[in-house]
């Protein structure tokens, strides 16, 4: 199958249901966890501090950068369901369909977590 057609099944797996289940016993705990996450999982092409500044992403010869979590202008920034849906389905520009490579719902909860509250906390 093609890089489309496995974000189009994980979009079709995707369900904002998985995550009404997952507790943390602190914020504390979950953005603890997300930044463990984020470190094995994101930060190899988002950078250590989420300023899009790692891997570069070429699809089709097209340089491609992953998006500053720090933009102001970051279009996900306030939207939870939206990164988490992110994560879990990826893209066809590069980003890995995570949901499909079984990284649980309690870790796409805890990194969205961590993206949101600590490298794009509300301006």
Known sequence: PTVADTVAVAATRYNAAMFDTVRWASDSVRLARGADVFKWACAECHGPQGY???????????????????????????????VRRKVYTGNVQGMPHWGLRHIEPRDIDAVSSYILTVLHPAK
Do not use: S
């Open 52 to 82: 899009g500044d790692g891997k570069k992403v070429t699809p089709k010869g097209d340089t491609l950068r992953p998006p500053n979590f720090h933009d102001a202008g970051w279009r996900l920034a306030g939207d939870r369901e939206a």
